[in-house]
């Protein structure tokens, strides 16, 4: 069975920093590009960050370019979230994707397997 687990959400005040990591167990996903995805209470999904199956190409949604970083490391199956900087926006359900294919893409319909997701929380 194919199942991916984030991990390090929590509560943080607003200028500090979270990692969020993501374990993949059941199938190894090293030819698999990755991406981390979050969403608000009543809103739909939206893109923050993908990774491409080498590491070599990475995309940001603008709203997290030059705060968040997204890394990987095939070896060990997991992808990985820095995220710095955090705003009260930043809060949402931070969920990590994988799609069977070896480049990133920004669409949530793109990816094949998913996370339960892990609340992250930033308080003014």
């Known amino acids: 069975q194919v199942q991916l687990v984030e991990s390090g959400g929590g509560l943080v005040q607003a200028g500090g920093s979270l990692r969020l990591s993501c374990a993949a167990s059941?199938?190894?996903?090293?030819?698999?590009?990755k991406g981390w995805f979050r969403q608000l209470p009543g809103k739909e999904r939206e893109f923050v960050a993908a990774?491409?199956?080498?590491?070599?190409?990475?995309n940001y949604a603008d709203s997290v370019k030059g705060r968040f970083t997204i890394s990987r490391d095939n070896a060990k199956n997991t992808v990985n979230l820095q995220m710095n900087s955090l705003k009260p926006e930043d809060t949402a359900v931070y969920y990590c994707?994988?799609?069977?294919?070896?480049?990133?893409?920004?669409?949530?319909?793109?990816?094949?397997?998913w996370g339960q997701g892990t609340q992250v929380t930033v308080s003014s």
């Open positions: 059941g199938r190894t996903f090293s030819s698999y590009a």
């Open positions: 994707a994988a799609r069977s294919g070896p480049s990133t893409r920004l669409s949530e319909y793109e990816y094949d397997y």
């Open positions: 990774i491409s199956w080498s590491g070599g190409s990475t």
